[in-house]
């Protein structure tokens, strides 16, 4: 039970810290027009944006632990990436921009599927960053 409580909140403050943090770069460098930490209410529930969307890092932290901590050493950083960079992406342009209207895959702008790869490879590597501070190991390196 702990492994699944702790890679929630690992997902959840990723999303704050890492992929805000990541966005909070790309707002002030003039990349994306959007400021960082959304407070605008969400539907139906109203709440924040900014806390809805920890809560699916919160969610998805939960897949994200069962692939990453597969792995050791270097394999480790680099399957978080890669699954924090493609998982959450692919499922938020393919399925999350249609049913809020948007074009599926953002209509293939290189630029939009790149800063999705980053912003949600920064959130991976968050979760697996706090996930070792934890005390979240990997089999092999538990103990």
């Not at 492994?3 to 959840?12: D, K, N, T, V």
């Not at 809560?55 to 924090?84: E, K």
Request: aromatic share 14%.
């Amino acid at each position: 039970m702990k492994p699944i409580l702790f890679s929630f909140a690992a997902g959840f403050l990723a999303t704050l810290i890492c992929h805000q943090g990541m966005f909070t770069l790309f707002w002030l460098i003039g990349l994306v027009e959007a400021a960082p930490y959304n407070l605008a209410a969400t539907a139906p529930l109203g709440v924040p944006a900014v806390l809805s969307l920890a809560f699916w890092g919160g969610v998805w932290g939960l897949p994200a632990w069962l692939v990453i901590c597969r792995f050791t050493g270097a394999a480790y950083w680099v399957v978080a990436l890669l699954f924090g960079g493609l998982g959450p992406s692919l499922v938020a342009l393919s399925i999350v921009f249609p049913l809020k209207g948007m074009a599926f895959m953002a209509g293939w702008d290189p630029k939009v599927m790149l800063g999705a790869f980053l912003l949600n490879a920064a959130w991976g590597l968050g979760v697996a960053a706090f996930m070792r501070l934890t005390g979240q190991h990997p089999p092999a390196l538990a103990g």
